[in-house]
């Protein structure tokens, strides 16, 4: 008798059991299955990867391995290529396909994916994606996309497998962070990974954290417990955005419960998958503007003083500079003041997108390209198709740090600036400021100069269908919000 078939299951950013399309086709064949992670050393010295999202992955690789582990098949994890991964597999065992989901993250991603494909034609192996998100490949139209995905996150939930038939490949050691040539961050805080935890974080949530939801997302105070922390979990794929969507569903049902807090936290969920098909869509926009008339809009590099007053927390506006600090620090903060320090990078700082965009992701614990790119450029005012979103520092902090816990927590040089003055400390005397810089611009010229700029490329192109085009092809068919100072 030859070798039995195997089914392999490439785990990439869907590091679970529950509700796991791939991993219930492979076990649903009834031949052995082979689970795999493959820590890859071209996306681990990619710019936009730090050592903190390493850490978080090998959080949720230890985790899968222990889950498996129980149902017979514990992960078989590999630091290599994928494609000279699965080709030393293929000299050990009858491979006869590999599952994965459908990744929608930056350019080399998918470069990868598209060697696999290639690998596996060559060898005769199938290659089957399943979906896991809202986002979907090969979409020709946006009008019906918001019933598509519905249909997708109504459908039920995959179980998890009872148990898993095994191979007999050796499943290897899970490296530390040293043995990949990283050394870790020193943060104050990073959030935990893996299954067991993104489900506790889901539990919380929705049973005890929910109510109020709409009045703490964009507080960096109140956000900390007032928002989901469902953010890391939702990257690695360590849960299930159908079943969050699900749970949602099954709480609303409940009597007293706060609809309007989960219709709120609904809808970010269903945002998220929105700005995930904007770059599947379109994915040359990690690297240059969704409307082409941009491109040449700021400097190709950046204003050296301005950029180290950015990643340094040293701009002279508080509000930015603590949020700054405090993503360094944690590698999280509400999507409000991800918002106002893009803004203030993009608008008052004029740096690139491109490199801020980059210093962000590597300080956001929880980065996901498909949110994070599109939002940098909308942020940034280079879509071509998005009003323009720029914050006020000074209003941001009065609105949402009004007795100044925030600021004084991670800018202590203003302990001493009283309240009344702690949003424009610029106003008092130098010694009260503990060595803190004046403002390294004034934001209302600042502001005016990238209004008159951005204008220009807008008068350029008005009238002639672009931004028309860019409107059916990735805009949302919602209404626009109603406009408000920010």
């Known amino acids: 008798m030859g070798r039995p078939d195997v089914q392999i299951v490439w785990f990439k950013r869907d590091l679970r059991v529950h509700d796991h399309a791939s991993l219930t086709a492979a076990v649903s064949t009834g031949s052995p299955v082979l689970p795999l992670y493959v820590l890859e050393p071209s996306l681990i010295a990619h710019p936009h990867t730090s050592p903190r999202h390493i850490e978080l992955a090998l959080d949720g690789i230890t985790d899968l391995r222990e889950s498996l582990a129980a149902l017979g098949a514990p992960l078989v994890v590999r630091v290599g ?22 990744e929608f993250g930056t350019v080399a991603t998918w470069e990868r994916d598209h060697a696999v494909a290639t690998w596996c034609r060559t060898r005769g192996v199938r290659y089957r994606e399943h979906r896991q998100s809202g986002a979907m490949r090969g979409l020709t139209s946006r009008d019906a996309w918001s ?14 497998p009872a148990a898993i038939r095994p191979t007999e490949v050796a499943p290897g050691p899970i490296p530390e962070l040293r043995d990949l040539g990283l050394t870790a961050e020193t943060m104050d805080y990073r959030q935990q990974g893996g299954e067991n935890r993104g489900r506790e974080v889901m539990r919380s949530w929705l049973k005890e954290r929910v109510s109020g939801y709409e009045r703490h997302l964009s ?7 007032g928002c989901s922390r469902l953010s890391v979990h939702l990257t690695l794929g360590t849960v299930s955005a159908r079943e969050v969507h699900a749970r949602v569903q099954a709480r609303k049902g409940e009597p007293a419960s706060p609809k309007f807090s989960l219709k709120a936290f609904e809808e970010r969920i269903a945002w998220r998958d929105h700005f995930a098909q904007k770059l599947e869509d379109a994915p040359h926009i990690e690297r240059s503007a969704l409307h082409p ?11 050296p003083e301005a950029l180290d007053a950015f990643t340094q927390g040293r701009t002279g506006y508080p509000m930015v500079d603590a949020v700054l600090r405090s993503l360094a620090a944690t590698g999280w903060t509400t999507f409000r003041m991800r918002s106002m320090v893009t803004s203030f990078a993009s608008y008052d700082l004029w740096l690139p997108w491109q490199e801020t965009g980059r210093v962000l992701a590597r300080w956001f614990t929880d980065y996901d ?11 940034s005012g280079i879509t071509g198709m998005n009003a323009l979103r720029i914050y006020d520092p ?6 949402h740090d009004p007795t100044g ?30 060595g803190y810089p004046d403002p390294i611009v004034d934001h209302a010229a600042a502001v005016s100069q990238a209004k008159r700029r951005i204008g220009a490329v807008r008068a350029q192109i008005r009238g002639d269908g672009s931004t028309k085009a860019l409107l059916e092809r990735h805009g949302s068919r919602r209404p626009p919000p109603a406009r408000r100072r920010r």
């Open 81 to 102: 290529e994928v494609v000279d991964v699965l080709e030393g597999l293929f000299e050990q065992v009858a491979i006869d396909t590999v599952h994965s989901h459908e």
């Open 147 to 160: 019933q598509q995905r519905m249909r997708l996150f109504n459908q039920p939930l995959h179980r998890r």
């Open 219 to 225: 507080s960096p105070v109140s956000g900390w417990e």
């Open 293 to 303: 008339a941009f491109d040449a809009l700021r400097p190709a590099k950046p204003n």
């Open 369 to 379: 390209p498909g949110i994070h790119w599109p939002q940098i450029q909308m942020q």
């Open 394 to 399: 000074v209003k941001q902090q009065i609105d």
């Open 405 to 434: 816990e925030f600021v004084r927590k991670w800018v202590p040089e203003l302990r001493d600036v009283p309240d009344s003055l702690l949003a424009t400390p610029w106003l008092v005397a130098t010694g009260e400021r503990h």
